[in-house]
């Protein structure tokens, strides 16, 4: 696993094999985050990374100063990892939260430019995330929800959905806010 491109460029961070992840491929997350820096400037946003696993979305933003990024998974060993490969590369803009993912959408009160979500592939309600993500208004105007799925899961009928991108066996599916701060589900 490695940081594409921002201060720690070419950076190889080493994974513990014991944790049970599957990281998001070197390839899709550099063309994920060509995407990315075409509508976004990265040291003004607030992410949240959600399934954060090993950290590598997290690592990315804050290499390209990222002003706040939260990392939330619900395995201890996870969180234990990004806390410690985070102090190691001096991240300080990464904050982690070992919690559900749904659980903390459910409590959360506070907004984000763009939300990353990396569930399991074989999770079942993937689907339930944008209902509450978009139910607790937690994306600022602008903002974007990137979901990282199988190619299984088909978004396009969402009616907040705007684009798919296909990198082998990863999947992106993008769903935005309108300028106005709402959703398309609010009238």
Request: charged fraction near 25%; hydrophobic fraction near 40%.
């Amino acid at each position: 696993m490695r940081i594409i491109r921002g201060t720690h460029s070419r950076r190889h961070i080493e994974m513990s094999a014991k944790l049970p992840v599957r990281p998001t491929t070197d390839m899709a997350k550099e063309s994920l985050f060509n995407i990315i820096n075409n509508h976004f400037d990265f040291k003004q946003i607030r992410v949240l990374d959600l399934f954060a696993g090993t950290g590598n979305i997290s690592y990315e933003f804050a290499s390209r100063e990222s002003k706040d990024i939260t990392a939330v998974d619900s395995n201890f060993k996870c969180i234990k990892f990004i806390k410690t490969t985070s102090e190691k590369l001096n991240f300080k803009n990464i904050t982690t939260i070992y919690e559900d993912a749904f659980v903390f959408l459910n409590h959360c009160n506070r907004t984000f430019d763009l939300i990353f979500a990396d569930p399991a592939y074989d999770m079942k309600n993937t689907d339930t995330l944008l209902d509450i993500i978009f139910s607790k208004k937690l994306l600022n105007k602008n903002a974007w929800l990137i979901i990282e799925h199988s190619r299984k899961l088909d978004f396009s009928q969402h009616p907040i959905f705007f684009q798919h991108r296909n990198y082998g066996n990863v999947n992106f599916s993008f769903f935005a806010v309108k300028k106005t701060g709402k959703s398309t589900l609010e009238k």
